[in-house]
């Protein structure tokens, strides 16, 4: 009996953020570290349709970091990086389309559709959802890709039909050259556009933590000056950067806050959403 008690106990806590956020749009990036589990998995997508089925619009971005090292390890190709960002040759573009595109995205839908009809799988290149162009412009060899512009047509569509778009991180330019975009920024330029209440990093660590070896260093509250005051000291560095980044310029574009949360924590997204503690660092302007 009990348990039950704390069940609904645990709902009505729940009621006053779904009554605030009912209607809200929030942009969730799903990362390829968070997504190794299968019970997890199965766990972030069921949070996902209930946030769905409680009146807020979700959009999923995925990454799928390493899905693709795996397969580039199987053709002998050593994954490079930069910054956190991703060296794409024309080989590596290649597979990176066939894995984010043809495998990632469509496991996904394919999880989410079990037992919802809600899922639409799309890449930067459906309906010309998003315009890419080169990151690296002094290096015409090399597919890494920014986003140059959001086409927000297809995606107004999905979510006023209550769907969820579930996006790889693919896109192409406007010769049709394929570029491979950070899932991050991608995340982040779509939350810009859509003026999200929330963009969520789901990702395999607490958050910002100023000891990255030490959980209990998380901090749960940051302004953009003190991020930049973080990037400057060096305590966030690598594959954090591109997520910090990507959080600092929705939030300059009236997103209105942005987490970075461990996607590996049970019901994680709920947590961060719908309590006033959260789980994981979250971001204003």
């Not at 003026?195 to 958050?207: E, F, H, R, V, Y």
Request: proline content about 2%; hydrophobic content about 45%; aromatic content about 6%.
């Amino acid at each position: 009996m009990l348990k039950n008690s704390e069940g609904i106990q645990a709902l009505s806590d729940f009621l006053p953020f779904i009554q605030r956020f009912y209607g809200s749009t929030i942009v969730v990036k799903y990362g390829g570290s968070a997504m190794k589990d299968v019970y997890l998995k199965s766990k972030i997508i069921d949070d996902i349709l209930f946030l769905s089925y409680i009146g807020i619009k979700v959009v999923v971005v995925h990454g799928g970091g390493p899905i693709i090292n795996y397969w580039l390890e199987q053709m002998d190709i050593e994954p490079k990086f930069f910054n956190g960002i991703r060296v794409t040759d024309k080989i590596t573009m290649e597979l990176v389309e066939m894995v984010l595109v043809g495998k990632v995205n469509k496991d996904l839908v394919s999880l989410f559709n079990r037992s919802s009809n809600l899922a639409v799988g799309l890449s930067g290149k459906d309906a010309n959802l998003i315009t890419a162009s080169s990151f690296f412009t002094d290096q015409p060899d090399n597919y890494t890709g920014k986003v140059e512009k959001v086409n927000l047509d297809i995606i107004n569509v999905l979510l006023s039909n209550a769907y969820i778009p579930v996006i790889a991180s693919v896109a192409s330019d406007l010769n049709g050259q394929s570029y491979n975009i950070n899932a991050d920024s991608v995340a982040g330029a779509i939350a810009e556009s859509l003026n999200a209440d929330k963009l969520i990093l789901l990702t395999d660590t607490p958050g910002i933590m100023s000891n990255i070896d030490n959980s209990t260093t998380l901090m749960k509250h940051l302004n953009i000056e003190k991020l930049e005051s973080l990037k400057d000291k060096q305590i966030i560095v690598g594959g954090m950067i591109p997520k910090v980044d990507c959080c600092i310029q929705a939030l300059k574009n009236n997103v209105v806050s942005a987490h970075i949360i461990n996607g590996n924590i049970e019901h994680a997204l709920l947590l961060e959403i719908l309590t006033s503690s959260g789980v994981g660092s979250k971001l204003v302007a």
